[in-house]
């Protein structure tokens, strides 16, 4: 069964470092998503993306957040300049063109800032 | 979006149907009720959605009432392997976005 693959699985930074979250999504997916869930809360939407650019994003993407598709299977999501408060799980997801589609999850990457 | 109430927690005894209730009163026409779970911090798989009529998959049930006001989740035969938090979510699909809003969902404990 196709999944969502994420690299690396626990990534830890200093603060003020700059990382990069990896994702593959399902390969015929169009619509791609970063989630974020810090330890104990509840799952928070980042950022959506579609045709190549960014179609919405919360008011947690801030300009310390990039997305990119540099090529035809990966999608990144890059934090400039990490604080403590951005260690979290972090969740890429994709979903198929249309309304009625469900959006399938990737197993998360940790990330701890310290 | 709509927004769904849940119960924080519940307790099913294995082997029993586990029926997870939701209420999202201020559902639009055109939203889809959507089931996920999350095991242990894992990624929110995705369980089942459905529109008005009442579906079915090889993981589990969804009943919608008539005026789409609430719905339930039934898992017909409950194992420890669906322990998890269990969320309802009103599907909105702004423009090409298609978001889902995560709540505090359910958190079912499936007991021996």
Known sequence: EPEVTQTPSHQVTQ?????????????????????????????????????????????????????????????????????????????????????????????GTRLTVV | DAKTTQPPSMDCAEGRAANLPCNHSTISGNEYVYWYRQIHSQGPQYIIHGLKNNETNEMASLIITEDRKSSTLILPHATLRDTAVYYCIVRALSGNTGKLIFGQGTTLQVKP
């Open chain 1, 15 to 107: 603060m003020g470092q700059e990382v990069i979250l990896r994702c593959v999504p399902i390969s015929n997916h169009l619509y791609f998503y970063w989630y974020r869930q810090i330890l104990g809360q509840k799952v928070e939407f980042l950022v959506s993306f579609y045709n190549n650019e960014i179609s919405e994003k919360s008011e947690i993407f801030d300009d310390q957040f990039s997305v990119e598709r540099p090529d035809g299977s990966n999608f990144t999501l890059k934090i400039r300049s990490t604080k403590l408060e951005d260690s979290a799980m972090y969740f890429c997801a994709s979903s198929d063109v249309g309304m009625n589609t469900e959006a399938f999850f990737g197993q």
